[in-house]
């Protein structure tokens, strides 16, 4: 056998199903491999950002290294923004990207490129495979790392001589190394202060769904501590009887305020705060001058062992009465699409068990807070800020749990950057119901002019900020990438618009107007 066919073997024992794909020239042996191997899904994106941000959510859902297959430089290049945003998400993804024959390399063709530079900006390991004889071994070593450290980007670089060179039978995966945990003293010293006045637990990760989010809460409930959490997470349960947290906001003065009484702020999972962008005489963190900060589990390390021992450590039990959300769903909205209307909407019809993907920006930002009082959901944030994910998210995670309704709420402006992605939708029929917000803008960028003290932007400013003269027809886009679609002007008729779209089979996209 090729290269190109021991390293989908070793990729299939490895328990990967499924690859994100936009290839080239250089990749064609490992397309026929692919396609000797129908076992494993190929999923065709046309853009490079698309297929990198759905191997994301894919990886978010699944736990399992979300794969991707690139050409060349340009082709990773094309996909850096949304591996940035995996890479902050701690979701193990696995970048197959083709190179020219290493023969071919010294003639600087046209396609030739920094693609080691490029590789080594995007991912946390990179390897370049040397012969043909070692990509099966390779391919292993690059799942061991996507999966390693909770997740991670892998690229493997595969020159087009070792794809098709002969080589042997495909490699074993191999044991993923344990991420570390905290020493237990350290676990113990952070428990007891959990217990104190203005104490308060700050996780993410795990901690947000499944056992962790029940750990977390016990933890709270035990110490009477608060449970503070991201205001943007890669993978969040909420809706009734999810975990109660107190999420921060994405303003700085809102964090400041949510964390003004805390004194000691336990980390498990996630970052140190830290406000989205400086401003002039604000601090870059958004906690009080005196609260000491407890930096316990970094990420990369094992946060849901932590919270297992800090459970034991503060002497969770198993009955504690933990804070959960309940149902409560608004009262019909009617009139023009303000952002409270519209989401009001978008929660009254959300559906048990759905997959809310979040890139809604500022006319989306009332949407999680109300979701909190939803039927059971979960929630896939953008988690680098490099906008440009929420409609490849909503592929993958659609990909993923075919079983599970997907709603991607994303802005307009922010639509455009992945479009492509509605296509790859229609073609694998996914069942994801798409709200394009649009306000005919990048609107948070009026507001970040303001709090630099710029109240009044003129007209090249207003210019780059608007998407207007001429006006985006999302309905025509989607009709173009074979969904069906319809514009809706009031809350009303996206509540009725919503309900029809989540009855029928396959994509659908809808245009919410805001005034």
Known sequence: MNGATALVKTLLGAGVRTCFANPGTSEMHFVAALDAHPNLRCVLCLFEGGATGAADAYARMTGEPGVTLLHLGPGLGNGWANLHNARKAGAPVLNIVGEHARAHLRWDAPLKGDLDGVARSASDWVRVCESPEEVAQDGAAAVRAALSRGGQVATLVLPADCAWGEASGPAEPGEVPAAPIPARDRIEAAAARLSRPGAALYAGGPALWGEGAEIAGAIAARTGC???????????????????????????????ELLREVSELIVVGERHPVNFFAYPDRPSTPEPPDCLVTELCPLGWDAL????????????????????????????????????????????????GAIYVNEGITAGFAIPARAQVARAHERLDLMGGAIGQGLPSAVGAAVACPDRPVLAVVGDGSAMYTIQSLWTMA?????????????????????????L?????????????????????????????????????????????LARAYAAPGPHLIEAVLP
Request: proline residues 7%; glycine residues 10%; hydrophobic residues 40%.
């Open 427 to 451: 073609r694998e029929q996914l069942d994801v119901t798409v709200v394009i917000l649009a306000n005919r803008g990048y609107r948070i960028l009026h507001g970040e002019m303001a709090a």
């Open 305 to 352: 062992a932590t919270l297992r021992v800090l459970a034991d450590a503060v002497g969770v039990t198993g009955d504690e009465e933990i804070a959960r959300r309940g149902l409560s769903l608004p009262r019909a909205p009617s009139g023009p699409l303000e952002p409270e209307g519209l989401a009001d909407a978008l929660v009254r019809t959300l559906p048990e």
């Open 453 to 497: 003290g710029v109240e009044n932007p003129g007209r090249n400013a207003r210019r780059m900020f608007d998407v207007e003269d001429p006006a985006l027809d999302f309905c025509a886009l989607a009709a173009g990438h074979g969904l069906p679609a319809e514009r809706v002007e009031t809350a009303e008729a996206l509540e009725t618009a």
């Open 226 to 256: 608060r449970f503070i959490t991201p205001f943007f997470s890669p993978r969040v349960r909420e809706g009734e009887g999810a975990v109660a947290s107190e999420p921060l906001k994405y303003d700085h003065a809102g964090s400041a």
